[in-house]
């Protein structure tokens, strides 16, 4: 199932949809309260991470966990990637498997075991924030710079998974994009507590040599942060004619592809996408496609050294 957000999920405040869902979004929250799930006893030699999120959609979980992989391997300790098996979420399954072993499961523990058994030394999970079946040694809360928290509601009202004030609890905060209203979020955050731990994430493109400022762009993407990836474009002073923002975890038809490339074509634009995006196209439309690489970049990546080594 490809899922695309409402748009009233992102407004600043809720409107009259928000607020008619309110009373489902309490329902949901005290429910949440109410189950308890106590951890799994781990009595595994492993230790773990996740990156995970809060608010529902593209906040940098898996750029940030292969960060976090690439620092874990430069200090010479072993670690791997644990994510959640989802059939639809083969693109992101790819790119860590670009990055380092990764371990799939329909349950998170069960991958866990699996990287234990092969002596690994921290489990790096992409995503599970919310699945309480873990004791985790170490938690980060991903958000993104332009849509925040959005409207600040918690589903299906708005897009948060859960409270906004459940951050106490969490402490390591990550804020990932191309640094818009960073001031804004860091106030926000030390109105929920002084002692989070606030860190920031730039996404930086690695092959913007290859595309040309006096050509025109047709841009692409089926991703969580669509207009994160529009804005980073623009920053590095490329031309974007147009672009089209898919579900994410898109599963592109033909038809897409070639109303795509036949726009292309029409406007005389060039066409970039995500390096995700690029990996769930035929092989014959990826010589077709370009694909903009991008990592991120921690702004205080001494610290995160520190923390998780």
Known sequence: MNFKKPKFWDYKKPNIYAYLLFPIALILQLFQKIKITSPTEQDLNIKTICVGNIYLGGTGKTSLSIKLNEILKKKK???????????????????????????????????????????????????????????????????????????????????????????????????????????????????????????????????????????????FSGIGNHQTFISMIKNYGLNVFKDYEFPDHYNYSEENINKII????????????????????SEENRNKINYLKVELKILDEKKIVDLVS
């Open 77 to 219: 300790i072993k670690s791997c990637f644990i994510k959640k098996f989802y059939k639809n979420q083969s693109d992101e399954q790819k790119i860590l498997e670009k990055h380092g072993r990764l371990f799939s499961s329909k349950k998170r523990i069960n991958a866990l075991k699996q990287a234990e058994e092969n002596n690994y030394q921290v489990a790096i999970f992409d995503d599970g924030l919310q699945d309480k079946s873990i004791k985790y040694d170490l938690k980060f809360v991903c958000f993104n710079n332009i849509n925040w928290i959005g409207n600040g509601m918690t589903l299906p009202a708005g897009p948060l998974r859960e409270n906004l004030n459940n951050l106490a609890n969490h402490k390591n905060i990550f804020i990932n994009g191309n640094l818009e209203n960073v001031e804004m979020i860091k106030e926000a955050l030390k109105n929920i507590s002084s002692n989070l731990n606030i860190n920031f994430g730039q996404y930086v493109p690695l092959n913007i040599d290859e595309f040309k400022k006096e050509e025109k762009y047709l841009v």
């Open 262 to 281: 036949n726009n292309a074509k029409n406007f005389n634009c060039k066409i970039i996408t995500t390096e995700k995006d690029y990996f769930r196209l």
